[in-house]
């Protein structure tokens, strides 16, 4: 009888005790950071009638303003320059263009909203490219570097390509081998004491380019104020 009971003893203490050994020896389970997010948000109410119509009008006319934004920025080039700016801007549309198909029209504008967001922070670094690069080819056309001149106004009018400054620019970097060649004649005329030579090839530097000041400014080397006046408009 004794040993009848210490059994049944020992088969209760089994399936009372373990499970709970068990239970506090299982490692806890961490919610992923992300399910556990989206566990803690309420789910959005559903839309009226009214609400979903208004909504889908609403995702409607974004898309036409985002259809608008995409050509003005194809037009700037901005998938060549825009890099990770740019690849943000089409996946939030693509998102949205997606979410509109599905009727899902709260995340259709949400998605619109933000791609136009991006679209206006690449108009605003297209700006900034262009006075980059405006300053920086004309500093080169300074140092008499065509090549690099050249580039940077090239980089303006893929973006802009009616840009007046740009336009200039370019003109100038093109004809600066040849203003360079003239500077250089007169240069040597001027060391070797040849004026008249001297005088020719800087004029000839200034009929290329109007806006190169150094062939105005050598010629004061080469004569006397008052006799350089004379021989520049003889």
């Given at each position: 009888?004794?040993?009848?009971?210490?059994?049944?003893?020992?088969?209760?203490?089994?399936?009372?005790?373990?499970?709970?050994?068990?239970?506090e020896a299982r490692p806890a389970i961490a919610l992923d950071p992300v399910v556990a997010e989206a566990a803690s948000e309420p789910a959005e109410p559903p839309l009226t009638r009214e609400q979903a119509r208004a909504l889908r009008e609403d995702a409607e006319a974004l898309l036409a303003q985002l259809l608008e934004q995409r050509s003005e920025l194809d037009q700037r080039s901005a998938a060549s320059w825009g890099e990770d700016d740019w690849e943000a801007y089409r996946a939030a549309g693509r998102r949205a263009d997606d979410a509109l198909l599905e009727d899902d029209v709260r995340a259709a504008v949400r998605e619109y909203r933000a791609a136009l967001d991006l679209g206006e922070k690449l108009f605003t670094r297209s700006q900034q490219i262009m006075a980059n690069a405006l300053d920086t080819g004309e500093a080169a056309i300074e140092a008499g570097?065509?090549?690099?001149?050249?580039?940077?106004?090239?980089?303006?009018?893929s973006v802009d390509a009616d840009n007046a400054r740009a336009l200039r620019g370019q003109a100038r970097a093109e004809a600066l081998p040849d203003v360079l060649d003239a500077m250089r004649r007169g240069d040597m005329a001027r060391l070797a004491g040849d004026l008249e030579a001297a005088r020719d090839a800087y004029r000839e530097a200034l009929a290329i380019d109007r806006a190169w000041s150094a062939a105005t400014t050598s010629c004061p080397r080469c004569l006397p104020p008052a006799s350089w006046r004379r021989w520049w408009r003889s």
């Open positions: 009888v004794h040993a009848f009971a210490f059994l049944v003893a020992l088969v209760v203490a089994v399936f009372t005790y373990l499970p709970q050994r068990l239970e570097n065509p090549a690099l001149a050249l580039a940077q106004f090239d980089l303006v009018l």
